[in-house]
């Protein structure tokens, strides 16, 4: 098994304050990604790396930041949660980028509550 | 953009029976396309691939074949058990530098 760990596994918090997950990898992979993960919207993607301090949005980044200050962690931080961030999310890590190289490896996931 | 469509859940079967999960997708150029499997509590992992077209993945009984005149990406297994009770994905890579695309994925329970 990829070595990705997520932190915490599950998170209670209350509108309006900061959360941060954090996803850590022992692999030296390049390119790391957060999902979050919905019934009957399957896998979004949040944001993702493609290196140290390089990061992109994806499809539903708003509300969310990210910071990748070293290879091997990467972290997701919700400035002020919402009900609507309630979510199974899901950090990923690839050493590859596209095409037919791309294989993603994830981690068991963090299961955030917002009340 | 590019985009996966999955054929909605859940698909319920009895052990033994043939399994069929549609995927079809919309993409640019020549992308590469994916099953991932989600097992109750976990996260995804890759199932099979292939990345050209006429192109055939296979894994744990389970394939699928590229089918560029169609654009789809069909998963089948001919006696499922138990075990493969899961979510399955489909996703596909854009040619270049891209991230995965993913369909909505399709919940199998199978029952003994």
């Known amino acids: 098994d990829a070595g990705i760990t997520q932190s915490p596994r599950h998170k209670v918090t209350e509108t309006g304050t900061p959360v941060t997950l954090r996803c850590h990898q022992t692999e030296n992979h390049r390119y790391m990604y957060w999902y979050r993960q919905d019934p009957g919207h399957g896998l979004r993607l949040i944001h993702y790396s493609y290196g140290v301090k390089d990061t992109d949005k994806g499809e539903v980044s708003d509300g969310y930041s990210v910071s990748r200050s070293k290879t091997e962690d990467f972290l997701l931080t919700l400035e002020s949660a919402t009900s609507s961030q309630t979510s199974v999310y899901f950090c990923?890590?690839?050493?590859?980028?596209?095409?037919?190289?791309?294989?993603?490896?994830f981690g068991s996931g963090t299961q955030l509550s917002v009340l | 953009g590019n985009s996966v469509t999955q054929m909605e859940g859940p698909v319920t079967l009895s052990e033994e029976a043939f399994l069929t999960i549609n995927c079809t997708y919309t993409a640019t150029g020549y992308p590469s396309l994916f099953w991932y499997v989600q097992y109750p509590g976990e996260g995804l992992q890759l199932l099979l691939k292939a990345t050209k077209a006429d192109d055939k993945g296979s894994n744990k009984g389970f394939e699928a074949t590229y089918r560029k005149e169609t654009t789809s990406f069909h998963l089948e297994k001919g006696s499922v058990q138990v075990s493969d009770s899961a979510v399955y994905f489909c996703?596909?890579?854009?040619?270049?530098?891209?991230?995965?695309?993913f369909g909505k994925g399709t919940m199998l329970l199978v029952s003994p």
């Open positions: 996703a596909l890579s854009g040619s270049g530098y891209s991230t995965l695309t």
């Open positions: 990923a890590i690839s050493d590859a980028a596209g095409g037919r190289n791309e294989k993603l490896f």
